[in-house]
């Protein structure tokens, strides 16, 4: 990871002005439904969650209920889930009847959004379940697609896309990243 | 027991967020048999995934498809239906197929006859075995013998892992970090497998750990009033030489199940006066800390190591223990069982991703 | 050919024959079976005559004399036979051999020991002594018929692997064996004070979760017996000695005139408990899956490093008198299981003299001490013509390269059995060639074991 170069494409303004549209897209598409839940997925999405639900608030004077899920014990892909510990998934009052939007960071293969489609059936069924992620760079393995997207960055599969959040890396910004 | 340098291969900073060290490439760890050869981070890394596995096990629905598919047994050549159940829940919870086997070890006698059994277990392709068996090193020598992960559910007065990582979760929930925290266990040293594991965990996450009892219940070569040297493999435990002097400032207090064979065999002139002079009751625990949290692995002899007052009383976190030990043997079965834990090392560009 | 009037020189080797005090470049002359001489090579010239073996480089040392070998023949024949048995000695230098009684039946009277004897004498390759039981059934309630297996020509008795727990059984054999002149052999050991121990207590007994026997099970039992062969005026001799108190009370005895021998095996001179962490020795930082080495599992245990580093002094001061092998085979079941279950005994001839040998490379005893110690040594014990190139003695010798390096490969053994601890290990000095009688019947050259005249 030393020969690593790295190239920034989306900045903490440009960050914090994607969330503000997803907040507002958010809202059209679910008219300010004030059961609105947002789930974030462990540990990026929790915080992007957060912010979207500071903003929505902002924005419509409402807080949507924020939830954390870990859908680790859902993946296909294990070699990727059992790489560190699970973390406590909460989604306070459940889902039943409830629009719920998923959070994430970086779309990639869509595996993750199934698990933690399945991972959400144990809190209740939702009225209808959405995806919003910061940066979607595509190689999509299952037919999955995001309903909110923060932007479009097309990468090759070698290039490494990371997502940093000031409340986990001190910083805002993601991140290009190819190994050479 | 876990790998994270390339479990998220794309996304390192996770690791750090998590408090996960990157010590570069570790095999992933195929079997449990005792807590010596994890790190405190190894440790921690269980205890963090057995938060969640908690939350999972406490869902009205709680039934999982992580090791959809896997087959688990348990084979128990002792009695312990706690142990055995909690295994079970854990697996089953997980969603594998667990597979009770119950075999006294007087059928099967001699080690042919052990090693017969787990050859023909190994020839059905199970994932994992739970051994519980009357004899150090069971588990170990089972481990040479299959190519199953081996969960040591308790070898002969060795070790006792799980119980020991339940123990510690337990701890850290109410007091998190231990350091320097005083530990006091009182009970029999010599036979002990909770004991044995329990003073190197705890030592391991930088708890002060002392122990009392009888002196025909730790090994010759101990002398009560001491601290152990390194070359022990105990290095740092200190033998109380009396139990108020074990239970004085204690934040945890742990009470060991005395046998009725320790009498007969003339450890004890009698268990009365092992309850006079080592039961742990509300004068001994007054002694302890403000909040000292009362733990015991059970079954319980109430009344003989431990008053049923304290037992029940609001310092006992004994129930807690047990419901903990299905989150902690989730996280076990999980750590060690999850299918592709194999592939794991060098798979960071030819799996998908960045998706945390 | 008749082998027997084969004419044998084994020349240029150091020869080492501490019966005689004997230590020097010389070469072995043997006819008819016999020792002819020792002599300087200027000093006979019928080379002629002669079959020559060339030991320049080599020690030439009187073959090795065992008094405690378990040959399980009758009754365990699949872990070792008088023929295995033979040959596993025959490899390790040792042309003489004593079959402990703990057989099936028992080497408790004299049909028993017949049959032994004369099936050694047809099938084995080296010579086989007979030990008789103390009591019928190795019970410890009554006393074997300890004349008549005299008179069947057991050179000692012994209930090895029980000890006689009965302090006046123990007394009354020791009494009776007076009028026989033979050593009472009582393998010590208080199996009260072990406790169903399953190897020496102790740190490693501790971090393994093994039960332990304390030193002292065997250390009380050694000082009963010293005192009840100082009361009856018996020989005893101990066998296995291995811990430091047996040794103090081993020496009081000795000073104070008790008739009383020990013996050590390689093993206790070698081996400490840590080798039941199965790393060879190393302690390891956290107990590991090859822990619980079963083959390490012998009794006596393998003791503390103390305990090793006393018995090596003993050993080369006299106090311990010999080196015995204690060679127990037993089969791989008795073994490939949890360490409680495994049967006590380690497979020693045929690694015997290369592990002790280490103790010389490090200069802890001395070649010829050694040498002593598996010849003249035992030899003495026996009061029989062995152990010695004296002329007219048996022809039984032992050519030992002392740089030759070899790992032991338990599958490699002439042993019926595999369970060697030192499996792997690198052991520098071992025996090459082993005559017995006059015939070669060992030559690592000429790959194994053979002996025409059995064939």
């Not at chain 1, 959070?103 to 959405?130: C, H, K, N, P, W």
């Not at chain 2, 043997?329 to 960071?348: D, H």
């Not at chain 3, 596993?88 to 004897?117: E, K, L, R, W």
């Amino acid at each position: 990871m030393t020969n690593e170069i790295e190239r920034v494409l989306l900045t903490q303004d440009d960050i914090r002005r994607a969330m503000t549209r997803i907040s507002h897209e958010i809202l059209e598409q679910n008219r300010a439904s004030s059961d609105l839940v947002l789930v974030g997925l462990q540990t990026r999405g929790v915080h992007i969650a957060k912010r979207l639900a500071d903003s929505i608030e902002r924005i419509e004077g409402f807080r949507p209920v924020v939830g954390t899920l870990d859908p680790r014990l859902w993946r296909d892909d294990p070699e990727v889930a059992s790489g560190q510990p699970l973390l406590p998934s909460d989604i306070p009052e459940g889902v039943d009847g409830k629009p719920v939007v998923i959070v994430d960071d970086v779309l990639y293969t869509g595996r993750t959004i199934r698990a933690a489609m399945e991972a959400l059936l144990d809190f209740g069924r939702a009225s209808r379940i959405q995806l919003a992620v910061l940066v979607d760079r595509g190689h999509r393995e299952l037919p999955i697609r995001p309903d909110f997207i923060g932007k479009n960055i097309p990468t090759a599969r070698g290039e490494r896309v990371q997502v940093r959040i000031t409340e986990i890396d001190g910083d805002d910004a993601v991140v290009l990243g190819r190994e050479d | 027991m876990t790998n994270p340098t390339t479990a998220v291969g794309n996304n390192p900073a996770i690791e750090t967020a998590n408090g996960i060290s990157d010590e570069g490439l570790v095999a992933p760890r195929q079997h449990l048999l005792d807590l010596d050869d994890l790190s405190a981070g190894e440790i921690n890394d269980l205890l963090d995934s057995a938060e969640g596995m908690l939350e999972i096990a406490g869902r009205d629905n709680r039934k999982t498809p992580a090791l959809r598919g896997k087959t688990i047994i348990t084979m128990f050549f002792e009695n312990s239906t706690r142990t055995r159940v909690s295994f079970e829940q854990a697996g089953k919870i997980l969603g594998a197929d667990v597979i009770n086997v119950t075999a006294s070890a007087s059928s099967v006698s001699k080690g042919e006859s052990l090693l017969n059994t787990v050859k023909t277990l190994q020839a059905m392709q199970i994932d994992a075995l739970v051994v519980r068996h009357p004899h150090s090193g069971a588990s170990y020598f089972i481990s040479n013998h299959t190519d199953a992960s081996v969960v040591n559910a308790g070898d002969g007065t060795h070790a006792h892992p799980t119980q020991s990582l339940l123990d510690l979760f337990t701890v850290r929930n109410h007091i998190g970090d231990m350091t320097g925290k005083k530990i006091a266990i009182v009970g029999d040293v010599l036979y002990s497998r909770v004991a044995r594991s329990n003073i190197l965990a705890f030592q391991k996450m930088g708890a002060e750990v002392t122990v009392s009892c009888p002196n025909t219940l730790i090994p010759d070569e101990w002398n009560l009033g001491s601290t152990l040297g390194d070359e022990t493999g105990f290095g740092g435990l200190k033998l109380a030489r009396n139990v108020d002097e074990a239970v004085d400032s204690a934040d945890v207090v742990m009470a060991l199940r005395i046998q009725q064979e320790r009498q007969d065999a003339g450890h004890l002139p009698s268990l009365r006066e092992y309850s006079d002079r080592w039961g742990i009751n509300a004068q001994r625990m007054a002694l302890a800390n403000d909040g000292a949290l009362l733990m015991h692995p059970g079954p319980m002899n109430e009344g003989v190591e431990i008053s049923s007052e304290v037992a029940h009383g609001a310092q006992s976190v004994v129930e807690e223990q047990v419901r903990n030990g299905v989150a902690v043997r989730m996280a076990v079965l999980y750590t060690l069982c999850a299918p592709g834990k194999s592939t794991r090392i060098g798979n960071s560009e030819s799996t998908s991703g960045d998706e945390a | 050919m008749h082998l027997a009037a084969r004419k044998l020189a084994i020349t240029g080797g150091r020869v080492i024959d501490p019966a005689q005090g004997i230590d020097r470049v010389a070469d072995v002359l043997i006819s008819n079976g016999k020792i002819d001489e020792v002599t300087a090579s200027s000093e006979w010239t019928m080379l002629d005559d002669y079959e020559v073996i060339d030991a320049s480089g080599k020690i030439v040392s009187p073959g090795f004399v065992d008094l405690h070998t378990h040959l399980r023949d009758p009754g365990q024949e699949w872990k070792e036979t008088i023929i295995t048995g033979t040959r596993a000695a025959a490899c390790g230098g040792f042309t003489t051999i004593s079959a402990m009684p703990n057989t099936d039946p028992v080497q408790d009277s004299a049909a028993v020991v017949d049959d032994v004897v004369r099936r050694s004498a047809a099938d084995g390759l080296v010579r086989v002594l007979p030990i008789g039981a103390i009591s019928i059934g190795q019970k410890g309630k009554q006393l074997a018929p300890m004349g008549e297996l005299a008179d069947s020509g057991v050179i000692g008795f012994s209930d090895d692997g029980n000890p006689v727990a009965d302090a006046n059984l123990m007394r009354q054999a020791l009494s009776y064996s007076v009028e026989l002149g033979l050593p009472i052999i009582n393998h010590a050991e208080d199996k009260k004070i072990g406790a169903g121990g399953v190897m020496s207590a102790g740190t490693v007994a501790t971090r393994l979760g093994l039960a332990g026997v304390p030193a002292e099970a065997e250390t009380a039992m050694v000082a009963r017996d010293l005192h009840l062969a100082d009361l009856t005026k018996a020989r005893l001799h101990i066998p296995h000695i291995s811990t430091v108190g047996s040794l103090v009370a081993l020496r009081t005895a000795k000073d104070s005139g008790v008739d009383v021998t020990a013996e050590v095996t390689p093993h206790h001179l070698t081996l400490s408990d840590e080798w039941v962490y199965g790393l060879k020795g190393e302690v390891p930082a956290a107990v590991g899956s090859e822990a619980y080495d079963t083959n390490t599992k012998v009794n006596p245990p393998l003791r503390s490093r103390a305990d090793v580093e006393a018995v090596i002094d003993a050993l080369s001061e006299g106090l311990i008198d010999i080196i015995a092998t204690d060679h127990a085979p037993h089969a791989a079941t008795d073994k490939v299981c949890t360490y409680n279950e495994a049967a006590h005994g380690i497979n020693v001839l045929e690694t015997a003299f290369s592990s002790v040998f280490q103790l010389v490379d490090t200069g802890k005893i001395s070649v010829v001490r050694l040498i002593e110690s598996l010849t003249a040594g035992p030899a003495a014990i026996l009061r029989k013509d062995l152990g010695s190139l004296k002329k007219g003695f048996s022809a039984d010798v032992a050519i030992i390269d002392p740089g030759s390096k070899w790992i032991v490969n338990p599958e490699q053994l002439e042993s019926k059995s595999v369970n060697s601890p030192l499996a792997g290990v690198e052991l520098t000095g071992r025996v090459v060639t082993t005559i017995y009688q006059g015939e070669t019947v060992f030559d690592l050259n000429a790959s194994g074991v053979f002996s025409e005249a059995k064939q």
